[in-house]
């Protein structure tokens, strides 16, 4: 297939105005030699690496080969991911090993048949699928490359084969299983055979096994449940789904191009180390709450030689930073990333610059084009031909989490508990509802009903947390039958709302001590954060920061009625500036105020024992750990800020729920939750700062503040 790129000049570094070039057709192959070189790119000396199988990763393992022959890559060891990679390494020199001598690989390189946009994959159209699987599901780094004929929306959906390897005992018996575990779909299984007519035999894999192909009609739907479906059936070795374990892929074509100029796009997602881990949805959209964001960051404009980036955080233009009302806020999230961001971007664009300081909480990514850009005509001098082909027609699309468990993984976990293959739950279905079914999330989301299942990595900290809000739920699931709350004319007026329009809601009578605000600022937290961010909200604003920590520190007075207080908390809530005024969010907080009622008036008539759970204080804030770091480091201006900072620690702390069962037992109920799993301590690295998370974070343990407080 050949590709033109109308737009990309024969010598841009040297000729940038030269006038109407000759458009440059790029075969497939070429397309495929761009990506495989952009991806050796990330090979460094002594690395361990994992060889793929194919025509793409064919040229990845020549590059290598031709690196070590020069000098310029040095103690690489290779695990080949089949017998024909083995057999090209070899005869180029580069040193093999195996798993049983490497079960960790620092890095691996591969081609895919397809590619969607959550970077699942389907491999094993070239039948090395269960070494590839074995390979590359304990490499740190997965690099992916393709052509961009290879991505697709939906894995399988093009009709074309997922490959499943199935050992020849019966295996027309579990070929017939395959297709009637899918036939609601539409689903063919057929054996992989090679030859015609009398001379057909069966394909036979690496491992002697045979390779039965599924085709299917339209979506397969949830990826996970297919998988654990598939690899459920006894006869079935491995299938060509490799699903969350691409770190990297890296695509070569028309892709990143568009119009008369460049495109470049950026997809990075970024543990946030909050709880109730949810896996964003689309390439386009965040998924606030979660444990990732997606920040996109695209240049649609030909690239001058300083570019202004638009930066999105999902849908939402140019916000890189809006408020951090938890201690987990955007602003942390980015300025924590931030460091990484720059050197991930550095890699992926050969000269980037993004600005030190970011006004307003807004961030600005620069960038200039790369240098010395050449692309390589048949027929052109070698020289030139050695200078790879850079950026523009390359879009790099990076996970920047671990990746989820491989989908054998999952498979156990859904053996134990059927439960589990049920289909997420609706949008916005209430959080206490889904836990007490013993499954779901916290953060309300709409669920994608063909999503995989997610399954993120999180730490103990984010289990801690989770039990908490299991706790939380869980209390506030209990029901009473109390009279009703008419909604206050002021909250209308607040919120722009017709009195008369409100609902009615159950309340019990006011005039009691509580501590309401820990729940409140909880629930503003879970149910506001998401949708509000506001073009004229400033992050670093010293009176939001002091309004966001009233807000927090926020109590009932002795014998203040609940109606005054919530009004003073409403009111001030606003002045934080990222409240939302809309009808839903106006409800949603009225009845979470009620269910915190529902809550105290349990605990105080029922489960008295139980009211010492509010005793607890809460975990630190990353705000307050700053400011305190800048207290004790800057002495100057702690003396000035003395009083400021006596007046602060005079504010009440908050306080959050105590755990009122044993963490054994929540841990139980964790272990069937799909969404989580725990993350898995890293080898050290001789001489260097590391957390679990800094190898595929690419940060130091003195930037993880959620690790380091395990
Ligand atoms: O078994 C084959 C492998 O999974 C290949 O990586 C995959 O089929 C892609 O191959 P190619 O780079 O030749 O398209």
Not at 51 to 74: H, M, P
Not at 117 to 135: A, C, I, P, T
Not at 295 to 300: G, P, R, V
Request: charged fraction near 25%; charge should be positive; aromatic fraction near 6%.
């Amino acid at each position: 297939m050949a590709i033109s790129l109308p737009h990309l000049n024969y010598s841009t570094a040297t000729t940038p105005t030269q006038p109407s070039q000759p458009p440059l057709i790029l075969t497939q192959d070429e397309l495929k030699k761009i990506a495989a070189y952009k991806a050796v790119d990330f090979v460094e000396s002594g690395m361990v690496l994992g060889l793929g199988t194919g025509s793409t990763a064919t040229f990845a393992v020549d590059r290598i080969g031709e690196l070590l022959k020069q000098g310029k890559l040095k103690n690489i060891i290779g695990i080949p991911t089949s017998k024909k990679t083995q057999q090209q390494a070899l005869s180029l020199g580069i040193p093999l090993s195996d798993l049983d001598s490497h079960p960790v690989l620092d890095l691996a390189i591969d081609g895919a048949d397809e590619v969607d946009g959550s970077l699942n994959l389907v491999k094993g159209r070239g039948g090395s699928l269960l070494r590839e699987k074995m390979v590359e599901s304990v490499c740190k780094q997965f690099v992916v490359i393709v052509d961009e004929s290879k991505i697709v929306h939906h894995l399988g959906s093009t009709g074309a084969s997922i490959p499943i390897e199935v050992i020849p005992f019966c295996w027309k018996f579990t070929e017939m299983r395959l297709q009637n575990l899918f036939k609601d779909l539409g689903c063919v299984a057929k054996l992989r055979t090679i030859g015609e007519g009398q001379n057909e035999k069966p394909f036979v894999t690496d491992n002697a096994n045979y390779i039965v192909n599924l085709y299917f009609k339209g979506d397969i739907g949830d990826l996970n449940v297919a998988s654990d479906a598939i690899l459920r059936l006894p006869g079935v070795v491995e299938h060509g789904m490799f699903l969350n374990m691409a770190t990297t892929v890296i695509v070569a074509g028309e892709l990143g191009v568009t119009g008369d100029g460049p495109k470049c796009v950026i997809d990075l997602e970024i543990d946030m180390g909050v709880a109730g881990a949810l896996q964003p949805r689309s390439l386009q959209r965040e998924n606030w709450g979660s444990s990732f964001l997606k920040l996109t960051f695209e240049a649609n404009e030909p690239v001058k030689d300083e570019t202004s980036l638009n930066t999105y955080i999902g849908s939402i233009n140019h916000h890189l930073s809006a408020y951090s009302l938890s201690s987990y806020g955007l602003n942390d999230a980015f300025d924590k990333s931030r460091p990484s961001l720059m050197m991930r971007c550095r890699r992926i664009m050969s000269s980037v610059k993004i600005t030190e300081k970011l006004p307003n909480g807004q961030g600005t990514l620069y960038f200039t084009p790369a240098k010395g850009l050449t692309l390589c005509r048949q027929g052109q001098a070698p020289k030139e031909c050695e200078v790879v082909p850079e950026n523009f027609q390359i879009l790099v699309r990076d996970r920047l989490e671990p990746r989820g468990a491989a989908s054998r993984g999952a498979s156990r976990h859904h053996h134990n508990d059927p439960q589990e293959e049920e289909p997420r739950p609706p949008s916005r279905v209430p959080v206490r509802k889904r836990l007490s079914e013993g499954r779901g999330n916290h953060i309300p989301c709409p669920a994608r009903q063909t999503a995989p299942a997610p399954r993120q990595y999180v730490t103990h900290e984010h289990m801690d947390q989770r039990i908490k809000e299991l706790i939380e739920a869980q209390a506030l699931c209990s029901k009473d039958d109390l009279g009703k709350f008419q909604v206050p004319r002021f909250i209308g007026v607040i919120f722009k709302l017709k009195p008369h329009s409100l609902p009615t809601v159950r309340y019990e009578s006011p005039g009691r001590t509580t501590l309401l605000d820990p729940f409140l600022t909880r629930i503003f937290n879970l149910y506001f954060r998401p949708k509000n961010l506001r073009k004229d909200v400033y992050a670093h604003s010293k009176d939001k920061e002091e309004n966001l920590y009233s807000l927090i520190s926020l109590k009932q007075y002795q014998g203040e009625k609940l109606e005054v207080f919530t009004r003073k908390f409403f009111e001030l809530a606003r002045k934080v500036d990222n409240l939302d005024r809309s009808e839903d969010n106006c409800f949603e907080m009225i009845e979470k105020v009620n269910e915190y009622i529902d809550l105290e008036r349990m605990m105080s008539e029922r489960h008295k024992s139980t009211k010492n759970v509010l005793a607890m204080k809460s975990p630190t804030t990353d705000k307050e750990n700053e400011r305190n770091c800048d207290e004790q480091g800057d002495k100057k201006r702690s003396k000035i800020d003395n009083g400021k900072s006596r007046k602060r620690n005079l504010l009440p702390k908050p306080v959050l729920p105590k755990l009122n069962v044993k963490i054994l037992e929540i841990y139980h109920i964790l272990a069937k939750d799909n969404f989580f799993r725990v993350a898995q301590p890293l080898e050290p690295i001789e001489g260097k700062l590391y957390c679990k998370h800094h190898k595929v974070m690419y940060h130091k343990t003195d930037w993880c503040y959620a690790v380091q407080r395990l």
